[in-house]
């Protein structure tokens, strides 16, 4: 974040509010960089509003409108499922039609909880 109205003469100040403002997320109040201060997971929490804001260091007063954000945490494959037999085979046979079944309902252990309700995920294949 950064106020044109900010000369670099420490006149203003950065504050930073919202979800996670402090805890997770910090402003350089001199220069409106903003850090994350520990790891984000998407499983725990996928997004996270915040406010920043340019104030005049002396009189408190925004120089600039609040600006509101969204940091979007992207996934990664973390918690990948652990398929419990394999691997799987399956034959197609030429000029099958469109629709016809060449595979079998596989289970897998569940190893991202929130992303799905039961103890474990059925995938078709």
């Known amino acids: 974040l950064h106020s044109d109205v900010d000369k670099?003469?420490?006149?203003?100040?950065?504050?930073?509010?919202?979800?996670?403002?402090?805890?997770?997320?910090?402003?350089?109040?001199?220069?409106?960089?903003?850090?994350?201060?520990?790891?984000?997971?998407?499983?725990?929490?996928?997004?996270?509003?915040l406010q920043a804001q340019a104030i005049d260091r002396m009189t408190n007063v925004p120089v600039e409108p609040r600006s509101e954000f969204v940091v979007k945490v992207q996934d990664i494959n973390d918690?990948?499922?652990?398929?419990?037999?394999?691997?799987?085979?399956?034959?197609?046979?030429e000029m099958s039609p469109?629709?016809?079944?060449?595979?079998?309902?596989?289970?897998?252990v569940n190893m991202s909880p929130t992303l799905c309700k039961t103890e474990n995920c059925a995938h078709q294949i």
Do not use: M
């Open 79 to 93: 918690n990948e499922p652990k398929f419990l037999d394999g691997p799987y085979l399956a034959g197609v046979p």
């Open 98 to 108: 469109l629709g016809h079944q060449v595979g079998w309902d596989v289970s897998c």
């Open 8 to 49: 670099g003469d420490g006149k203003v100040k950065y504050v930073l509010s919202g979800e996670g403002a402090t805890s997770i997320f910090t402003i350089d109040e001199n220069t409106g960089d903003i850090h994350a201060t520990k790891r984000l997971d998407r499983e725990a929490q996928a997004y996270y509003t």
